[in-house]
Structures are given as C-alpha cells and as structure tokens.
C-alpha cells in the first residue's frame, strides 16, 4: 500500500543545531508539504514543493529550508535549531488533478522535535 | 482576518447525538475547496470530507455530512450518530484556487470533540 512515512518520530536537540526531518512518500504525489502543529495554532504552512526542483515558502517559513531532489522525498532543515522551533511537524501530500476534485492532502504520522 | 475560523475550541456531545462543529472561511477567489480532517489523541491526521465551491450539493461521507452555506462563507461538519470514537480534534481546513495549480491549505486551530456516554 502507498504511504508517507516521515522519519524520526521524536527528536530532542540542542539549540543551534543544524536538524533534518525526514518524509518519504509512495503515493507518487507531485505536491508535498510541511506544516507545524502548535498548541492554539492549528497546522500551519512552512514550506511546499509542486514538483522536482520546485520549492516555495509557506506562512511560517523563517528559519526553515527545503529541496526537492526527487518525486518521493522532501527534507526539511532546520537550520540552527531555536526553542521556537519545539513542535510537532507533518509532512503531506497530494496529487495534481484538473479542477473539481479535491486533491485531499495525506498526511504522515509526525515527527516530534524538541529543541533544549 | 483570519482566513478559517473555528470558534469552538471544545464540544462534548452525548453517544448517539448528532453534533455540528462550526467553520467560517473568508476568501475572494470564487473557486476554492472546504476540508475537515480528524486528528485522534494518536496524533495521525484523517481526512474525512471535502466540499468544493461550485459543488450545488453538501458533501456527505458516511455519518460526516458537510452543511455549505456558501452566503454565510460557513461550512459546518455535522456528525450524526456520535460514537466514542469520534472523540478528537477537528480541522477544517480551505484550498483557494484550482486544484491544478493551487493545492495548499490553510487550517483553522480546531474543534475537540468529546463523545459522552
């Protein structure tokens, strides 16, 4: 069956550290997506990616960088982990359809990242 | 503004009640898409029903139906027959644009839900 699996699941780190989530998918999916779940914020949007070689910022993308090397996978880095930055983090995904279908987005389980 | 309002931060609803978690959305693009997910105490996130802006029906999926008042800018989940496993968090959440070009989406800060005996 097709999957998105992101990898660790819980991270602890020191701040200042260079950190990389992983999220692989198999669902073939042109669009993937990375959101941080906050308590009293919802998910919101740090970056996405609509293709290979395809990046764009989300709302809350400061301190945040992504690439796209290949259908299946895109890595989020922090690049100098901040206590800010302590959330939980969700890669999805989607596929690219003509208009009047939802193109509902599949989510992986969460990494949980703590920075000390 | 924000662009998805969820003003319930928390519901409790008795087993076999119908509930109806409230959304309002504001956008000027005329073509845009409503979605509800699930995010159980387990933390996955379940997508439940979508509802696209020139759809002339509500969106039903099983017990889940979506009541679109597209005036009000208000797309409320009703779940009928609440069971105990419906107990979680609640996302709406709204695409603006066509799905071929536009497929990111902004989420409200959620609705708990908790089914009673």
């Known amino acids: 069956d097709a999957e998105i699996t992101q990898s660790p699941r819980h991270k602890i780190t020191e701040t200042g550290r260079q950190v990389t989530l992983a999220c692989h998918q198999t669902?073939?999916?042109?669009?993937m997506f990375w959101y941080r779940q906050d308590l009293g914020h919802g998910l919101r949007l740090i970056h996405y990616?609509?293709?290979?070689?395809?990046?764009n910022k989300g709302e809350v993308s400061d301190g945040y960088s992504v690439s796209r090397s290949n259908t299946e996978d895109l890595p989020l880095t922090l690049e100098s982990a901040a206590s800010s930055q302590t959330s939980v983090y969700f890669c999805?995904?989607?596929?690219?359809?003509?208009?009047?279908?939802?193109?509902?987005?599949?989510f992986g389980p969460g990494t949980r990242l703590t920075v000390l | 503004a924000q662009k998805i309002t969820q003003t319930q931060p928390g519901m409790f609803v008795q087993e076999k009640e119908a509930v109806t978690l409230d959304c309002t959305y504001d956008t000027s693009d005329p073509s845009y898409g409503l979605f509800w997910y699930k995010q159980p105490s387990s933390g996955e996130m379940i997508f439940l029903i979508y509802q696209g802006s020139y759809d002339q029906q509500n969106a039903t999926e099983g017990r889940y139906s979506l009541n679109f008042q597209k005036a009000r800018k208000s797309a409320n989940l009703v779940i009928s027959a609440s069971q105990l496993g419906d107990s979680a968090m609640y996302f709406c959440a709204m695409r603006e644009g066509d799905t071929g070009t536009a497929s990111k989406l902004t989420f409200g800060t959620g609705t708990r839900l908790q089914v009673t005996l």
């Open positions: 999805a995904s989607s596929e690219r359809v003509a208009g009047g279908f939802g193109n509902e987005q599949f």
């Open positions: 669902w073939n999916h042109n669009n």
């Open positions: 990616s609509y293709g290979v070689h395809d990046t």
